[in-house]
């Protein structure tokens, strides 16, 4: 975008921001071209040995381990089978910083609560190699099935995949995760060099719209941290109203909450909050990469236990705590045992009504970005009267479906009770021979087979809540007649020594990009034959699945994956 077509207002705002010298810098910096990034899956990768595989140039961002800027103009990074193998992602350089800087672990509970489309929660679920949990949720069912996708195509097993408000995971969460990112909805002033469109956002709707926004969501998001835990707030915008001002509001409204003072030294060219010391904010006049925001707050120790009740994990439609029926209390919040709302010792979560409108509506319609450096779309196509009414009934009916699935068989192989659409007992015998030869571990008291498909559920959500789910999970397959046939997430997530039955072609071969086009491929002499299901990899990483007709591999590439 050229810099002259700026609105006045922004440019002013900027001004008094920068000052008159680096304001000039920062004008400056629209003649040049913004560099994109990708970033290695640390799950299947090691970043020198994506930087060896690939045929294009890669530069390390330096303050990202895991991640390289590329020339838009020599690659296509998008069109390359490891692309399709899961090993990297697609994601502006300064977009990575967030998810570097959230001190995630392996273990940790970890809630990405704006995450679509999935840059940052893939970066998050990686860091966690496949230990603890991985809640990522976003308020657009839509948004959330390309994030589903994501998380998928990165080999992540052990996530949740919600669409709902923050206010309803603060009822069914309270205290529960250790770990928290919120990639507020904002503004988008970070990203105007890079997208012009998003000024046209930025007039109709600009800091004064976003700003109580994000104060409502980090508020819920507090709620459900538990002492000792910690938060990453970031927005792509330069605005203070809704950078520091916000991290200003929570401070003020949570005595519990502190501010952790980031190191500008991590990033080469990052500076300090504005009036708020402790923050960091990246410009694009002042690294290779567009406009950032990031504060990192803790919530305080006061003797809480980890979480509230058996584990912090609220059945809020119930009005209780999962499992033991009881009230959880703590100076931090107060589960009530009328509805389930979380109260603080500040005051009530969406007590102005600023997360109401959010709660009620779904982000899609006007353009304006959440992860702007991704493409993330946010709007205002809030539900009221009987829209409100219609989105009520369909929870309640969302909910029964939800509470139906619960009472599908999960203590594998046996059935706890066989109703109309659940597989019996006998039906699983193929289920289990399948598992059988796997090399990854599938502990049986997880395993929930439901008529819709078999799942791993992760450790400590064997009786999920009443939300809307995308996934639970990981998804193994589908048991149809008794027949199971392995899903797409599951070779996302296994590696080749983990099936004893593969067909690895050269990244280089044509048959991999034939594969992966839906396309019937048939066996060089030596390859064959394969009987049965095998798992189709490229360079040694899988792709997918494919059933073995002795010369020939009939393809089982999901569909809605293809490339086109």
């Not at 309803?168 to 970070?190: H, N, T, Y």
């Not at 406009?291 to 120790?301: D, E, Q």
Request: proline share 7%.
């Amino acid at each position: 975008m050229r810099a002259e077509l700026l609105p006045a207002a922004f440019a002013d705002s900027m001004r008094a921001l920068l000052g008159d010298e680096e304001y000039t810098s920062y004008i400056r910096s629209f003649g040049e071209d913004w560099k994109p990034g990708l970033r290695a899956n640390g799950l299947k990768i090691r970043p020198e040995q994506l930087k060896a595989m690939l045929p294009w140039q890669l530069e390390p961002v330096p303050w990202v381990e895991t991640g390289f800027y590329y020339d838009a103009d020599q690659a296509r990074p998008s069109r390359h089978p490891a692309y399709y193998a899961g090993l990297y992602y697609l994601q502006e350089p300064s977009a990575m910083t967030p998810g570097e800087l959230l001190p995630v672990k392996p273990g940790d509970r970890v809630l990405d609560l704006c995450a679509a489309p999935g840059g940052k929660s893939t970066q998050l679920g990686a860091r966690l190699l496949g230990e603890g949990l991985l809640v990522s949720n976003d308020i657009s069912n839509s948004r959330a099935r390309a994030l589903l996708k994501n998380l998928e195509l990165a080999g992540i097993p052990n996530i949740c995949v919600t669409s709902e408000s923050p206010e309803r995971l603060s009822q069914v969460f309270p205290l529960f995760f250790d770990k928290i990112l919120v990639d507020a909805p904002c503004s988008g002033e970070g990203m105007f060099r890079r997208d012009g469109e998003m000024v046209k956002d930025w007039a109709l709707k600009g800091p004064a719209y976003y700003a109580p926004l994000q104060r409502e969501i980090l508020a819920a998001a507090v709620t459900m941290l538990r002492p000792g835990g910690t938060i990453l707030y970031s927005t792509c915008t330069f605005s203070r109203e809704e950078d520091e001002g916000t991290v200003e509001y929570v401070l003020s409204r949570f005595p519990d909450l502190e501010l952790k003072p980031l190191d500008t030294g991590l990033v080469p060219g990052a500076c300090g909050g504005i009036g708020l010391d402790g923050c960091m904010r990246l410009f694009p006049h002042r690294i290779k990469g567009e406009g950032h925001f990031l504060a990192l707050l803790r919530k305080k120790s006061g003797g809480e236990s980890r979480t509230a009740g058996d584990g912090g994990l609220a059945e809020c439609s119930a009005g209780r705590l999962a499992g033991d029926g009881g009230r959880a209390t703590s100076s931090t919040g107060r589960l009530a045992g009328d509805g389930g709302r979380v109260e603080c010792s500040a005051g009530r979560l969406a007590g102005d009504g600023g997360l109401a409108a959010y709660s009620a509506g779904r982000l899609a319609g006007d353009g304006a970005r959440t992860e702007c450096s991704a493409g993330k779309v946010a709007g205002d196509n809030v539900r009221t009267g009987t829209e409100d009414l219609r989105g009520r009934r369909r929870e309640k009916a969302e909910a029964r479906e939800t509470a139906k699935g619960r009472g599908a068989v999960r203590n594998f192989p046996g059935q706890a009770k066989k109703g109309r659409n659940t597989p019996a007992a006998a039906d699983t015998g193929e289920l289990e021979a399948f598992l059988e030869q796997l090399s990854l571990p599938v502990p049986r008291e997880r395993l929930s087979v439901r008529p819709e498909g078999v799942y791993l559920l992760p450790a400590g959500m064997e009786q999920p809540p009443s939300l809307r789910f995308l996934r639970t999970g990981l998804l193994l397959g589908e048991l149809k007649k008794g027949r199971f046939e392995p899903s797409q997430a599951l070779a996302m997530v296994l590696k080749k020594e983990q099936y004893p039955v593969t067909v690895d072609f050269p990244m280089e071969d044509e048959r991999a990009v034939r594969y992966l086009k839906g396309e019937t491929i048939a066996l060089a002499e030596g390859e064959g034959p394969v009987k049965g299901w095998c798992l189709v990899c490229a360079g040694g990483y899988p792709l997918g699945w494919a059933k073995g007709a002795g010369p020939v591999l009939k393809n089982k590439y999901y569909p809605g994956w293809r490339w086109m």
